[in-house]
């Protein structure tokens, strides 16, 4: 079943692949301007679980190619995910889709509102000159129903 993407998945997606500079985190193509609808931003865990479709550890920038490869090998997807975030983080990251998570329309809201504040504070950063990975930070509402907030 295919899941609607939402304003947060917009803003979601724009912070992981500008996270990692608009190279794929697999193969290393680099997607210069006009050429960024080819970098996908691909999910770990499906969207379908709330706790960590918005969550910075769930997704990768993944080129048209690695994107499709990796979908139709999930078995391949899944060490390259193990070694990508490393065993620690990636046994947490299936504990948390595993997690349900209530998400009220505010909540919905405020992770928006939070994504959004990520992304203007990531690109201020590129103006400033900042290279490299620029990390991003967990959603509220997300944080507190890990109790981390
Ligand atoms: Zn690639």
Known sequence: MK?????RDAVFS???RERAEWVCERCGKYHPEGFRQSLHCSHIY???????????LNAAAHCFACHNFLGENPLIFAEWAKGHLGKKNYEKLGRLARTKAKLSKPD?????????????RMVALRMDGVDGRIEFDVPGPIKRLMGVA
């Open 3 to 7: 899941i609607r993407r939402d304003k």
């Open 14 to 16: 724009n912070l992981t």
């Open 46 to 56: 499906s969207r379908r679980n709330r706790m960590t479709r918005w969550m910075p």
């Open 108 to 120: 919905l809201e405020e992770i928006h509102k939070d994504l959004k504040r990520e992304y203007e």
